[in-house]
């Protein structure tokens, strides 16, 4: 036997070479996961999922094409037509006051097939009649295609939309309501990274489709509409919304086919909520907001807004049964807003693939 060292075995070479073959392996995993992204954008209706994505293509793609722009003409339009005609059914409804001197507008609106410029006219008018704004601070009890903020969009711009040569602006097509059916995706390159946002739609009709999606997730971006404290279901016209959300929130958190997967919680329109709490704040809808305010650190220091958008995230978080949240404030109609939230959000998405894959 030689006591000046000894020659390495077969295995241990073969061992030597397995093991920088995995080390490969694993690197090129990590590429390729921080290459090829896929997201799904999950909540109830009206939560701002399609909006989001429409800012996805704008801010990665370009934006829209010329058969794209042409497509939404009728759809914007539509959208401004049934707008006024919900108010002013909710009017007659209501029995709101001082509507007589308004009646052959109200009449030509309400039996309107389509927005002429005629009829737009007369929305105009409808839409700066004193007696509106009686009915239009009730609209949370509504549903309004594009919400109050669409809503206000296309009033103001109704003549314009009516014009024979009308073509949708790229903020026309964000402002557009159409309600999501199926499934639709998304495909955007961001830093050397793919991106596949896939968007579906959240009304109970539409969540049986859900389950084709959930393979191979890297991450689920579950949007919230902050403003919906106060509003009901469009489907039965008699479930709190965020009621709805919360649940909804807790039960895909807590399926077997994203027990590792990150959430992205978006609180969405947050413009929309500043403005709302102002006349219909939280303590008239939720018994313990006082006393969660009482112990937040620096409520004091804290406005209003800062502390209702706090709350609301605090039931999310308690709802979560997932492994990671990351909650952020959004505004899906403010493309710079979506711009800047999605570029820290990138990170923290890869970051968490990575986690959950153990790379």
């Given at each position: 036997m030689s006591c000046f060292g000894s020659k390495s075995k077969p295995e241990d070479a073969e061992g030597e070479k397995r093991s920088k073959e995995i080390e490969a392996a694993l690197k090129d995993d990590r590429k390729d996961m921080e290459r090829k992204i896929k997201l799904l954008l999950l909540g109830t209706g009206d939560a701002g999922k399609s909006t989001f994505a429409k800012q996805m293509k704008v801010i990665h793609k370009d934006g829209f094409t010329k058969p794209e722009f042409e497509r939404f003409t009728?759809?914007?339009?539509?959208?401004?037509?049934?707008?006024?005609?919900?108010?002013?059914?909710?009017?007659?409804?209501?029995?709101?006051?001082?509507?007589?001197?308004?009646?052959?507008?109200?009449?030509?609106?309400?039996?309107?097939?389509?927005?002429?410029?005629?009829?737009?006219?007369?929305?105009?008018?409808?839409?700066?009649?004193?007696?509106?704004?009686?009915?239009?601070?009730?609209?949370?009890?509504?549903?309004?295609?594009?919400g109050s903020s669409g809503a206000e969009y296309y009033f103001e711009h109704a003549a314009r939309f009516a014009s024979d040569d009308y073509l949708?602006?790229?903020?026309?097509?964000?402002?557009?309501?159409?309600?999501?059916?199926?499934?639709?995706?998304?495909?955007?390159?961001?830093?050397?990274?793919?991106?596949?946002?896939?968007?579906?739609?959240?009304?109970?009709?539409?969540?049986?489709?859900?389950?084709?999606?959930?393979?191979?997730?890297?991450?689920?971006?579950f949007l919230v509409a902050l403003n919906e404290y106060d509003m009901v279901l469009e489907e039965d016209n008699r479930t709190n919304r965020m009621e709805e959300s919360?649940?909804?929130?807790?039960?895909?958190?807590?399926?077997?086919?994203?027990?590792?997967?990150?959430?992205?919680?978006?609180?969405?329109?947050?413009?929309?909520?500043?403005?709302?709490?102002?006349?219909?704040?939280?303590?008239?809808?939720?018994?313990?907001?006082?006393?969660?305010?009482?112990?937040?650190?620096?409520?004091?220091?804290m406005s209003e807004y800062e502390r209702s958008w706090a709350y609301i995230r605090h039931q999310y978080i308690e709802a979560f049964a997932g492994a990671r949240l990351y909650p952020f404030i959004t505004c899906a109609v403010n493309t710079d807003t979506c711009q800047k939230v999605f570029s820290a959000v990138r990170d923290t998405i890869i970051s968490g693939a990575l986690s959950t894959a153990g790379l």
């Open positions: 009728d759809i914007l339009r539509d959208n401004c037509l049934v707008a006024m005609q919900k108010l002013v059914q909710a009017a007659l409804e209501w029995k709101i006051k001082k509507t007589s001197k308004f009646k052959k507008e109200m009449d030509a609106v309400v039996n309107a097939t389509q927005l002429t410029v005629q009829v737009a006219e007369y929305v105009v008018a409808l839409w700066a009649a004193p007696f509106m704004s009686s009915v239009f601070d009730r609209n949370n009890e509504l549903q309004i295609p594009g949708p602006t790229q903020d026309d097509i964000i402002r557009a309501k159409v309600r999501t059916t199926g499934i639709s995706e998304t495909i955007f390159e961001e830093k050397g990274t793919e991106f596949t946002m896939v968007d579906v739609g959240g009304q109970r009709s539409e969540r049986r489709k859900w389950l084709h999606c959930f393979n191979d997730v890297t991450a689920v971006m919360l649940k909804l929130f807790q039960k895909l958190s807590g399926s077997q086919w994203f027990d590792k997967t990150s959430f992205i919680l978006f609180l969405n329109k947050s413009d929309l909520f500043e403005e709302k709490i102002v006349k219909r704040p939280l303590v008239d809808f939720f018994e313990d907001y006082e006393d969660f305010c009482a112990e937040l650190e620096d409520n004091e220091d």
